[in-house]
């Protein structure tokens, strides 16, 4: 079993298509609510942390600027997610380089829930 604590880690088992993942800690909720929200909002979430996300990215090229660009673009996933969430969202997809992940995930049953711990079983 394959249990996490952090975003990255979180991003790895993914990227690794873990079959299971339990997810530990406060990201616990994070990814509940990531699960939770409905396919109309995912699609605008999504949106809003990809274009974070890529700017982030190019932070080196741009000297850092678009670091402060890529969480003021995030607003509308911010709105759907909650600031905590959205946070976590971009950061997972930084460790994996890209959003792609965020949709693996949403891929993924949860099977097992309480007040310590998820469990994602990947369908």
Do not use: C, H
């Not at 990531?34 to 000297?63: E, H, M, R, Y």
């Not at 949403?106 to 994602?120: A, F």
């Amino acid at each position: 079993m394959n249990t996490v604590r952090t975003e990255k880690e979180l991003a790895k088992q993914i990227e690794n298509n873990a079959d299971i993942i339990v997810i530990e800690g406060s990201l616990k909720d994070k990814v509940i609510r990531i699960k939770a929200t409905g396919k109309a909002a995912w699609i605008v979430a999504i949106g809003a942390i990809g274009v974070a996300v890529a700017s982030f990215l190019s932070a080196p090229a741009t000297g850092g600027v678009s670091t402060v660009s890529s969480f003021v673009g995030a607003s509308a996933a911010v709105t759907t997610l909650g600031l905590s969430t959205t946070t976590s969202a971009i950061l997972i997809a930084i460790a994996s380089g890209g959003v792609g992940v965020l949709n693996k995930l949403r891929d993924y049953d949860i099977v097992e829930e309480n007040d310590k711990r998820v469990k994602l079983k990947r369908n």
